[in-house]
C-alpha cells in the first residue's frame, strides 16, 4: 500500500541534543512538507521540497533543518537551538500537477526533557 | 490576508443531528481545490472531502458534504447524522494552481465535540 511513515511515533531527548525525525513516502509525490503542532492549535510549515536536493523555508523554519537527497525521503532535524521543540510533528507530500489533495504521515510526537 | 478562516474554535452538536463547520477563503487563482479534514486525538490526518473550483456540484462522501459557494468563497463542511467518533479537530484546506510555491494552505480548526 502507497503512504507515509513518520518514525518513531514517540520521540523522547534530552534538552540541547539535536534529533532527526525520519519521512518517507512512496507515493512517487514530488512535494514533501514539515508541519509542527502544539496543544489544541493548527498546522504550521516548518519546511516544504518540491525537488530533490532543493528545499523552501515556511513560516517558523528557525531551529530546524532538512535535507532531500532523494524523492521518497525528507528528514527534519530538530536543533538545539530551537527554543521549544516539544510539539506534534507531521510529514506531508501531494503531486505538484493538479489540485489533489495533501496525504499526511500519522506523525511523530517529540518530547523534550 | 488569511488564506483560510475558520471562525468556529469550537462547536457542540447532539448525536444524530447534523452540524455545518465554516470555512472561508481568499484567491485570486481561477484554479484551486477546496479540501476538509478530520484530525482525531490519535494526531493523523484523516482527508474528508474535495470540491475544485470548477465544480458546479456540491461535493459528497457518505454522511459529508460541502456547501461550496464560489461568489461568497466558502466551503462549509455540513456533517448529517452526527457519531460519536466524528468527535474530532476538522480542518479546512485550499490548494492555489498557480501557485508555484507553497501551494497548500490550512485553517486553524474547529473543535467538535458531539454529545450523546
Known amino acids: 500500500d502507497g503512504g507515509i511513515t513518520q518514525s518513531p511515533k514517540y520521540l523522547f531527548r534530552k534538552e540541547g541534543q539535536n534529533v532527526t525525525l525520519s519521512c518517507e513516502q512512496n507515493l512517487n509525490h514530488d512535494a514533501m512538507y514539515w508541519y509542527r503542532q502544539d496543544p489544541g492549535q493548527g498546522l504550521r510549515l516548518i519546511y516544504y521540497s518540491q525537488i530533490v536536493n532543493d528545499f523552501q523555508k515556511g513560516d517558523i523554519a528557525e531551529g530546524y533543518s532538512v535535507s532531500r537527497e532523494k524523492k521518497e525521503s525528507f528528514p527534519l532535524t530538530v536543533t538545539s537551538a530551537q527554543k521549544n521543540p516539544t510539539a506534534f510533528y507531521l510529514c506531508?507530500?501531494?503531486?505538484?500537477?493538479?489540485?489533489?489533495?495533501?496525504?499526511f504521515g500519522p506523525g511523530t510526537r517529540l518530547t523534550v526533557l | 490576508a488569511q488564506k483560510i478562516t475558520q471562525t468556529q474554535p469550537g462547536m457542540f452538536v447532539q448525536e444524530k443531528e447534523a452540524v455545518t463547520l465554516d470555512c472561508t477563503y481568499d484567491t485570486s487563482d481561477q484554479s484551486y481545490g477546496l479540501f476538509w479534514y478530520k484530525q482525531p486525538s490519535s494526531g493523523e490526518m484523516i482527508f474528508l472531502i474535495y470540491q475544485g473550483s470548477y465544480d458546479e456540484q456540491n461535493a459528497t462522501e457518505g454522511r459529508y458534504s460541502l456547501n461550496f459557494q464560489k461568489a461568497r468563497k466558502s466551503a462549509n463542511l455540513v456533517i448529517s447524522a452526527s457519531q460519536l467518533g466524528d468527535s474530532a479537530m476538522y480542518f479546512c484546506?485550499?490548494?492555489?494552481?498557480?501557485?508555484?510555491?507553497?501551494?497548500?494552505?490550512f485553517g486553524t480548526g474547529t473543535s467538535l465535540t458531539v454529545i450523546p
Open positions: 484546506a485550499m490548494r492555489e494552481a498557480a501557485n508555484t510555491g507553497n501551494q497548500f494552505y
Open positions: 506531508a507530500s501531494n503531486s505538484l500537477a493538479g489540485v489533489d489533495e495533501q496525504f
